[in-house]
């Protein structure tokens, strides 16, 4: 009798953590919406992002999941005047195609700019062994706003709603 009783309760228990935990997804806009027809890259966007955990949740809220295929870097950054760098680096998909990734950039929790891969890098196809038309899309270059010392987050979209972060130095 007492071990029904227990049983009994850690199911309750079990059930009711299960409720609240879709309830504040759900108030939390954790879950993404179907009906948005947005690319993932504008979804992101739309996010506020100051650090890399939320960059992760941001990322599950629009429907992205974390890849273990996307590589990418950022080669360089420099200062083109007190409000704004220039950044450019490389995103690639050993196993993608020929279409091109979707880079998003935050600062301050704000999104300061995206572009798109473009352009082949003979050095990093090489180097990963980008084949089938993976290496024709794969260099970035953006400007953007930021003050000496924040720090950009950065996200690289791939094929099939995956996501990278992209290790970034602060700002120049």
Known sequence: ?????????????????????????????????PSDQRTAAERLASRKVSNSPELAKAAAAVGLRPSSHLLGMVERMA????RAVTMSGW???????ASPHDIVIFVAGEMVGT???????????????????A???VGFRLTFTCRTGEQP?????G???RYVPVVSPPCP
């Not at 995103?91 to 195609?97: I, S, T």
């Not at 572009?115 to 038309?133: I, W």
């Open 115 to 133: 572009t798109r891969t473009h352009g082949e890098r003979p050095d990093v196809a090489e180097y990963y062994g980008l084949g089938f038309g």
């Open 1 to 33: 009798m007492r071990r029904n009783t227990i049983i009994a309760f850690l199911g309750a228990l079990l059930i009711g953590n299960l409720v609240l935990a879709l309830r504040q997804a759900m108030t939390t806009n954790a879950l993404p919406d």
């Open 153 to 157: 987050i950065i996200a690289g979209l």
């Open 159 to 161: 094929p099939k709603e």
């Open 91 to 97: 995103l690639a998909d050993p196993y993608g195609g």
């Open 79 to 82: 200062r083109v005047d007190e």
């Open 135 to 137: 290496e024709e899309n």
